[in-house]
């Protein structure tokens, strides 16, 4: 049985690559195209194709996928959205679930990928983690997009979590960003993408159905301690997590 499921599992695996691969290659020109655009415009525009090329592949795939608290998200307010992350699966969640126009911070050398670059750096504020000024850089251009009324995603992680671990401890990043802006911060929970794309099995796929949980707005202060706010936010939703992964 095991031997079955995982064949099974590489046989989807190439098929969601193609699901992958074929809708975006339909999008790259019009992607290309909108740079002539103005932000925040362009990003608006790019979300709309995005999230048409991610509802195929998502179809075809067979991942199912469900939304909770959307309500949070209030018009005419700009937020810093802050995720757990433990699977490739999580940032095409996101980029489909976040309502609005949002950039989301990512680093640099998934932008090296031909053609899929085009598309990652449409959609992202780009940093090189091992640069200090890329990392000062980013930093501006995440106030910059939200100057601009769009909202920011930052998997305050750092990387995939890989452990056993609810959660890996929390860079300081994102909290740097709220208290210096004074943007709410909506943390946002990730459920069962690992088990999508198993960490332990190479080029393996298993379509089930995943979760993005948008929890109430952690409202900042600026100036107020960007330690106790990251502290105060990796409670919530190391509790969240914890009460509702099953």
Not at 71 to 90: G, P, Q, R, W
Not at 199 to 220: A, G, N
Not at 240 to 246: A, D, G, L, T, V
């Amino acid at each position: 049985m095991n031997l079955l499921k995982n064949v099974l599992g590489r046989i989807l695996a190439i098929w969601a690559l193609l699901s992958f691969v074929v809708p975006m290659l339909v999008i790259l020109i019009p992607v290309w195209l909108i740079g002539i655009m103005k932000e925040p415009k362009r990003t608006d525009v790019f979300l709309k194709l995005s999230r048409l090329w991610l509802k195929v592949f998502f179809l075809f795939s067979g991942v199912r996928r469900k939304y909770f608290g959307l309500h949070h998200f209030k018009k005419e307010a700009t937020y810093i959205v802050v995720c757990n992350h433990s699977s490739f699966m999580d940032a095409p969640l996101c980029s489909a679930g976040i309502p609005g126009a949002h950039k989301t911070i990512a680093k640099i050398e998934m932008s090296k990928i031909p053609l899929f670059g085009l598309i990652y750096k449409s959609g992202s504020v780009l940093v090189d983690r091992k640069n200090n000024e890329s990392k000062k850089s980013s930093f501006l251009k995440m106030k910059e997009v939200l100057s601009l009324g769009m909202h920011m995603c930052i998997y305050p992680e750092g990387t995939r979590n890989k452990t056993d671990k609810p959660l890996q401890p929390f860079h300081d990043g994102a909290f740097k960003l709220a208290t210096d802006t004074g943007n709410s911060i909506i943390p946002a929970l990730i459920f069962n993408t690992k088990n999508v794309i198993p960490r332990h099995k190479l080029f393996y796929f298993w379509p089930q159905k995943i979760e993005m949980h948008f929890l109430d707005p952690v409202h900042t202060i600026v100036g107020e301690s960007y330690q106790l706010l990251k502290e105060r936010v990796f409670t919530i939703m190391q509790d969240y997590y914890i009460r509702n992964n099953s």
